[in-house]
């Protein structure tokens, strides 16, 4: 996700989604902005807009907001501006539905961990707008089997099933010289989206944070 030479524009920000998911709170704690301290639930986080626009690659904050706006529409999340500070607190609609959210008070760590995150908004985004290819590549992750010693190639890479047009599955792993991007490109093409296999479709896909 951090990789800048994938580029994120598109209209179904799944990408800007499951962003928003890797900075949510396990647990309640306080964050301190400007010396003023605010209380941060699970499945919440402060921040600026500044980073957001950052997170989302946007070149304008405005742009950033409005991303907000259609998530929040869509209702994946719930968003607060905080007066005129620069400051937006947002909630993960559902949040406890997928993650464990612990009751005591303590700071979170965002650089390492990991989040569980449900395979049906994947499957929601995608079908609502334009993907771009980072929303390309994380579907197809999402969709993946990694290290799995009964699938051939796995030890090598992500090994993504489709089905044709025959409704036969075949899989594709990647090949010497790849890089993760351009696999994922050349095999999200050659089918729908829509037709990706559900034969490693779990409730919930376990990703990294950071």
Known sequence: MEDRDIRTN?????????????????????????????????????????????????????????????????????????????????????????????????PCLKD?????FPVSAVHELISMGKCSEMDIVLDLWVHAIYNDGQVQGSELGPVVYFRNARRQSWRS??????????????CWTSSSPKSVNSQSTNWHTLLKMG
């Open 10 to 106: 598109g209209g179904s920000y799944l990408f800007c989604y499951m962003t928003l998911c890797s900075y949510a709170n396990f647990r309640s704690s306080y964050r301190r902005i400007e010396g003023i301290s605010y209380l941060v639930g699970p499945g919440e986080w402060i921040c600026r807009t500044s980073a957001l626009a950052e997170w989302f690659r946007t070149r304008f904050q405005h742009q950033a907001l409005s991303i907000l706006d259609y998530l929040q529409k869509q209702n994946y999340i719930t968003y607060t501006r905080l007066g005129r500070s620069g400051l937006v607190k947002f909630t993960i609609n559902g949040w406890k539905q997928h993650n464990t959210a612990l009751d005591y008070n303590y």
């Open 173 to 186: 792993a990647p090949s010497c010289g790849d890089t993760p991007q351009k696999t994922a490109l050349r």
């Open 112 to 116: 390492v961990g990991f989040f569980f």
